[in-house]
Nanobody
Framework: QVQLVESGGGLVQAGGSLRLSCAAS????????MGWFRQAPGKEREFVAQISRSGDNTYYADSMKGRFTISRDSAKNTVYLQMNSLKPEDTAVYYC?????????????????WGQGTQVTVSS
């Protein structure tokens, strides 16, 4: 069993930055691909970024490329999402997920474990 706890959300002005963290419990962190999704009110959960088990490969949704950076620290069992140049449309609850798949996983159903989410609000 893996438990994920997100932190780092908050209120920021457009153009600002935030760094989200997701701390994972358990000893299987290095065997899991980690991803970030987001969900705005009335919308489906949307893929943001994923990082492979080794950390060597990263994948991003097109609208996040160049603005968001996903990384992981195996020593701390933590995955991060650095978000720069934030826009009001980035406002959502951001969720951390863990997947056992080897290939890029952009669908929520491919993720086995989820955190509780952290709210990000970008004001204009």
């Amino acid at each position: 069993q893996v438990q994920l706890v997100e932190s780092g959300g908050g209120l920021v002005q457009a153009g600002g930055s935030l760094r989200l963290s997701c701390a994972a419990s358990g000893r299987t962190f290095n065997s899991l691909a980690m991803g970030w999704f987001r969900q705005a009110p009335g919308k489906e959960r949307e893929f943001v970024a994923q990082i492979s088990r080794s950390g060597d490969n990263t994948y991003y949704a097109d609208s996040m490329k160049g603005r968001f950076t996903i990384s992981r620290d195996s020593a701390k069992n933590t995955v991060y999402l650095q978000m720069n140049s934030l826009k009001p449309e980035d406002t959502a609850v951001y969720y951390c997920g863990a997947a056992r798949t080897l290939s890029p996983s952009t669908l929520p159903d491919e993720y086995t474990y989820w955190g509780q989410g952290t709210q990000v609000t970008v004001s204009s």
